[in-house]
């Protein structure tokens, strides 16, 4: 068992670190904003959500056997049962194993405020940020073990927001999710809404964060990028209109470029087009792609197509193709990362209101890489098929929640054999109680090996009047036993490990129209 | 002495969580009814109250509270001056409303088109900013239970513990939420997965000890599981004109001139001047 009282109180030692006093102090200052708003503007209303983890990982450690002590010949021998790595004229062979158990209890508190109508039709501030701590364990040396762990403020969006029929406009910290991806910047965006063919135009930029977090590139998080690291942010700014022409059609196009302030260059430069058509209601079709002018390379596309030919069962097919877009700034780019190709076919079954399956099964073949490998050679297929139960019956008083799936992949990266089981159940309209299950097995990239993970874990969750408290533990054991002779493979990191987590959301600001 | 005074620190968290709480349960508690609203004809005329100052309904309803009867609530400025309710689509993801026809059982990786189209009409059921940030922005808790109205979780349970057959497979573009550099690389680091110290035969190599060797053609297929461990000094250590072994990283596709069009500096990062440039 990992979790022992000394473990315990050795993060609550961790407590007293500086950061605990940031951590208290953004909780202070959150919490008394909520109630200068009101001072400020006639409705506001607010979200607040705390989690608080604990995770436990093991770090992999180079170790050494003295060669002479190694069985064989060639670059992989063996010293006892461990696979171990020998160079020639090395007196030494080496090989990695587990590290202690290292643990981290990653604090985050993020608030979300909303303060409108300031007087003024449409008028709205918003701002929403995350608070964060993380506890991590001194014996791996520093407390970047949780992502993040070291920034403790961050805000994730912050504007003020004219909202009217026919336009909208924003000043602030705002953010774009479209077929590009996530983008952050500080600036501005407009909207002009022409109501016809509910047509929307709209313009954004501002300096540019990140990608999928919202830093500033220049910010110190991004410290170990070293010389690659951009020295001034980047200006953001781009273009995208979209159109609802009828009630069961939408189509997006949007043009965005990322340049450095000092204009040396692009560092991306991508449009994208996103298309959904449901010509009947059983019926769904929907496409987009996007291409990268950066570099004059196609990037993701997809055709999806949905039918429901039965009220009980329903058909998809998925005709896909991916390729990763890298910043002009990282020399990823000139890599030559080649795209896949595939397709997916899903069949759903719900023979009643109250149970559903569904089975898929997907391929993936890459482009030619032109890499010439004459030393090691991987695949160039992915194969997947996987499949899921739902089942929500009402027995005994009690509505339960029973959910299951079940995955196999082989082929190019891991190969993986997983599979899921959580009964749950509501004793009462506020409360559920879960229960959960899991197993899997992963090869090649992940060295679970011929070993498995088994998960044991429970959930609690209650839902009150102002709010959500949960609170889930799980237990993972991993058994190395990878033959009658070899019950515990020292050669495999042990994966077994405990993770839990408790988590508060409530709300404020008043709504009697809201049930819980 | 450490530990009595991590405790009461510990207690000041929770005591100040707790105090949040009941102060959002004091302020979402029932509050009595107007008198006007009992009117025989109020369900007639409180379209006209609400045109004459939509602030005054604000006080305690929310845009969804309208919408349930209002159907075209976001044609309705009036309406859509106030805020929305951050509950309601788990409402409707229960039994209470309908989910509409475009909400196919893919839809959640398949919204994009639709909520790109109708930004409006999403509003009448979904809290837009918090509802994108939760997915998009990386959510950072492993393993909140959830129940058939939890909509705001992307991955499925036990997902951390099995990403990496996910990412290898790219199944779906993690950099877009996920920078990264901060999500990926910093934890691979740091619990020793990203070791670069000479060793090849690793489980994340398929154990060969000649991957180093032949790695290019994993490398171009699963280049950003590359990323989320290597950083780029390490392949520059082969792959520069500037210095190391000079072995060429371009292959398919790789159209030097455009690039340099587009960058100049990314091309000196490996070689001294801009091929074919002046």
């Not at chain 2, 001056?81 to 409402?91: E, G």
């Not at chain 2, 309908?98 to 839809?107: C, E, G, K, L, R």
Request: with cysteine.
């Amino acid at each position: 068992m990992r979790v022992s009282g000394l473990s315990l109180m050795r993060v609550g030692a961790r407590l007293q670190g500086w950061r605990t006093g940031v951590a208290l102090l953004a909780v202070a200052v959150g919490w008394a904003s909520w109630g200068a708003t009101g001072l400020l503007a006639q409705q506001w209303r607010a979200r607040v959500s705390t989690s608080v983890q604990y995770v436990e990982a093991r770090a992999l450690v180079r170790d050494s056997a003295r060669e002479s002590s190694a069985v064989g010949s060639g670059r992989q021998r063996l010293v006892g049962d461990t696979l171990v790595t020998c160079s020639a004229g090395d007196s030494f062979c080496y090989f990695y194993r587990a590290g202690e158990i290292a643990n981290s209890s990653p604090a985050v508190l993020d608030v979300a405020l909303n303060v409108f109508s300031f007087g003024v039709e449409g008028l709205r501030a918003y701002v929403s940020t995350r608070f964060r701590n993380d506890f991590s364990d001194g014996t791996i040396g520093n407390d970047e073990f949780w992502p993040l762990g070291d920034v403790h403020v961050e805000l994730l969006a912050g504007f003020l927001e004219l909202n009217r029929q026919s336009f909208r406009a924003r000043v602030g910290r705002d953010y774009q999710v479209s077929g590009l991806g996530f983008y952050g910047y500080d600036g501005g965006s407009f909207i002009y809404r022409f109501s016809p063919y509910k047509i929307e135009l709209e313009a954004y930029g501002g300096w540019g964060l990140a990608r999928g977090v919202p830093l500033p590139i220049t910010s110190d998080e991004f410290a170990t990028l070293g010389v690659f690291q951009p020295t001034e942010r980047d200006y953001l700014f781009g273009f995208r209109s979209s159109a609802r022409p009828t009630p069961n059609t939408s189509i997006e196009a949007i043009y965005q470029r990322e340049i450095p302030t000092d204009r040396s260059g692009i560092s991306t430069e991508r449009v994208a087009i996103d298309a959904a058509w449901y010509p009947r209601r059983e019926l769904s079709l929907l496409a987009h792609t996007d291409f990268d002018l950066a570099t004059g390379l196609w990037g993701k596309a997809g055709l999806d197509v949905g039918y429901r030919f039965h009220p009980k069962i329903y058909a998809e097919g998925k005709l896909f193709r991916y390729r990763p877009v890298f910043s002009l700034q990282t020399i990823w780019v000139a890599f030559s990362p080649v795209p896949y190709t595939g397709w997916n076919l899903g069949l759903g079954l719900e023979p009643r209101n109250d149970l559903a399956f569904k089975v898929w099964a997907e391929r993936r073949a890459y482009g030619e890489t032109e890499a010439g490998v004459p030393f090691f050679a991987t695949t160039n297929r992915d194969w997947r098929v996987g499949g899921t139960v739902g089942w929500r019956p009402r027995a005994v008083g009690v509505l339960w929640d029973i959910d299951g799936g079940y995955w196999i992949n082989w082929g190019f990266g891991s190969a993986i054999n997983s599979g899921d089981l959580r009964v749950g159940m509501r004793p009462h309209d506020q409360l559920s109680l879960g229960l959960r299950l899991a197993a899997f097995k992963q090869l090649e990239e992940f060295r679970v090996g011929q070993g498995r993970v088994w998960g044991l874990g429970g959930d609690i969750r209650w839902r009150t009047q102002a709010g959500t408290v949960w609170f889930s533990v799980d237990r993972y054991d991993h058994n190395r036993r990878i033959s009658d002779e070899i019950s515990e493979d020292p050669a495999q990191p042990d994966w077994s490990q405990w993770r839990a987590a408790f988590g508060l959301s409530y709300y404020l600001g008043s709504e009697p129209g809201r049930a819980p | 002495m450490s530990l009595y005074r991590a405790s009461i620190r510990a207690l000041l968290v929770v005591a100040l969580v707790a105090a949040g709480a009941e102060y959002g349960a004091a302020q979402t508690g029932q509050m009595p009814k107007p008198d006007f609203h009992n009117t025989a004809d109020f369900l007639q005329t409180h379209g006209q109250t609400a045109k004459a100052d939509i602030t005054f309904c604000g006080a305690c309803h929310a845009r969804d509270y309208c919408s349930r009867c209002h159907v075209n609530a976001y044609d309705v400025p009036e309406i859509q001056a106030l805020p929305s309710d951050p509950d309601v689509a788990a409402y409707v993801a229960g039994t209470e409303w309908p989910a509409p026809s475009t909400h196919t059982p893919s839809f959640l990786e398949d919204h994009r088109a639709v909520a790109a189209g109708a930004t409006q009409s999403c509003t009448t059921c979904h809290v837009v900013e918090e509802q994108c940030l939760i997915c998009h922005l990386g959510s950072e808790t492993l393993e909140r239970p959830r129940t058939v109205t939890d909509v705001d979780l992307y991955h499925p349970y036990n997902f951390m513990q099995q990403h990496s057959a996910s990412v290898w497979n790219q199944e779906a573009e993690c950099a877009s939420c996920h920078n990264p550099w901060v999500f990926c690389y910093s934890c691979h680091q740091t619990l020793g997965y990203a070791a670069s110290d000479g060793r090849t035969d690793t489980g994340f190599h398929n154990k060969d000890p000649n991957f180093s060797f032949g790695h290019g053609q994993a490398a171009r297929q699963g280049l950003e599981s590359c990323a989320a461990c290597h950083p780029q000094e390490n392949c520059l250590q082969c792959h520069s004109a500037r210095a190391g072994r000079n072995i060429n990283p371009h292959g398919p596709g790789f159209d030097a001139e455009k690039l340099a069009s587009k960058n100049q500096n990314l091309c000196l990062f490996c070689h001294f001047s801009v091929p074919g440039g002046e």
